[in-house]
């Protein structure tokens, strides 16, 4: 099994920076992938950003070029670094792993975190 543990959620002003991070533990040569979902009240959870095994990344339109994803495979972790906050950035944010086989390949189910808080004062 895979665990996470995300962290680095707070209250900031409109424009700063926070940097998220998620720890995995357990199985970590089975994930496929990595993302970050955020939902905001009376929202639907959405995609923010995936990273892949490879290093791809995608993100979603409202946080191109303000957020960044990245992954430390040496401790099993990855952040998002979120600049230029605005106050629609506000929900909780959830880390999200893709499962797949024992080289991490052929995604078969997700894990998900327990979300951490990001608030965005205007």
């Known amino acids: 099994q895979v665990q996470l543990a995300e962290s680095g959620g707070g209250l900031v002003q409109s424009g700063g920076s926070l940097r998220l991070s998620c720890a995995a533990s357990g199985r970590t040569f089975s994930i496929y992938s990595m993302a970050w979902y955020r939902q905001a009240p009376g929202k639907q959870r959405e995609l923010v950003a995936d990273?892949?095994?490879?290093?791809?990344?995608n993100y979603a339109d409202s946080v191109k070029g303000r957020f960044i994803i990245s992954r430390d495979n040496a401790k099993d972790t990855v952040y998002l670094q979120m600049n230029n906050l605005k106050p629609e950035d506000t929900a909780v944010y959830f880390c999200?792993?893709?499962?797949?086989?024992?080289?991490?390949?052929?995604?078969?189910?997700?894990?998900w975190g327990q979300g951490t808080r990001v608030t965005v004062s205007s």
């Open positions: 999200e792993a893709e499962i797949g086989d024992v080289s991490g390949h052929f995604p078969q189910y997700d894990v």
């Open positions: 990273i892949l095994n490879d290093g791809t990344t």
